[in-house]
């Protein structure tokens, strides 16, 4: 099995980017391993920047995979650039939805009063 580059830009043939797919849910898992065992201690702040740290690995993973695909795949943007808007709308979209059902609760328990 071929050696995994050491940098995600390096990767250059199938062979090479089939390895790296392979190894990524192990790194994913090694890395929320190594959060986890800080995150008992962790204050709010060093919470976001355990969470940002994750998101990090998690967007230099995609970005590595992305090096497989033509220039201008991502809509002209940078495969990070990419993915980072990407995690950004979807948290918008979470954030909208939790908002909506706050309101909705505190709307219809109002009604059943």
Not at 20 to 43: D, S
Not at 67 to 96: I, M, N, Q, S, T
Request: glycine residues 6%; charged residues 25%; positive net charge.
């Amino acid at each position: 099995m071929p050696s995994s580059p050491s940098e995600p830009s390096q990767i250059t043939d199938r062979h090479k980017l089939a390895a790296f797919a392979r190894e990524l849910p192990t790194r994913l898992a090694a890395a929320y391993m190594q959060e986890r065992k800080q995150a008992h201690n962790l204050r709010a702040d060093q919470h976001d920047e355990a969470i940002g740290r994750m998101i990090d690995r998690l967007v230099e993973m995609w970005a590595g995979l992305a090096a497989a695909y033509p220039a201008g795949h991502f809509g002209g943007k940078a495969p990070e650039v990419f993915f980072r808007d990407y995690l950004a709308e979807r948290l918008r979209w979470r954030c909208h939805i939790r908002q909506v059902k706050a309101i909705l609760a505190v709307c219809l328990g109002s009604l059943s009063h």
